[in-house]
């Protein structure tokens, strides 16, 4: 299984940009499929993109704001975020899949970070 840790949270004023990074370790991040939850208080975890081993990616929370990227070659994960909102506050945390590809389904991937905070405020 992987170990992931994300970076970049922090605070933003609406209409800004974040990017999010996942470092991968334990194994190669091209045998897995990956994507990006994030989860506001009071919530349930919610997927907001997912993308596969070979690069395909399918966006779940806003497919104008938000890009998923991966690059093997440094074991690492990528949520680009733009025009971001109040709403978009939240913890957003990174997981694995092995098999099956993407999934909306926080139940479906095996290993998780920690998460990071992204709070979107004036």
């Known amino acids: 299984q992987l170990q992931l840790v994300e970076s970049g949270g922090g605070l933003v004023q609406p209409g800004g940009s974040l990017r999010l990074s996942c470092a991968a370790s334990?194994?190669?991040?091209?045998?897995?499929?990956m994507a990006w939850f994030r989860q506001a208080p009071g919530k349930e975890r919610e997927g907001v993109s997912c993308?596969?081993?070979?690069?395909?990616s399918s966006n779940y929370a806003d497919s104008v704001r938000f890009t998923i990227s991966r690059d093997n070659a440094k074991n690492t994960v990528y949520l680009q975020m733009n025009s971001l909102k109040p709403d978009d506050t939240g913890v957003y945390y990174c997981?694995?899949?092995?098999?099956?590809?993407?999934?909306?389904?926080?139940?479906?991937?095996?290993?998780w970070g920690q998460g990071t905070q992204v709070t979107v405020s004036s």
């Open positions: 993308i596969l081993r070979g690069g395909g």
């Open positions: 334990g194994s190669t991040l091209n045998g897995y499929n």
């Open positions: 997981a694995s899949r092995r098999w099956y590809g993407c999934s909306r389904g926080a139940a479906d991937f095996d290993s």
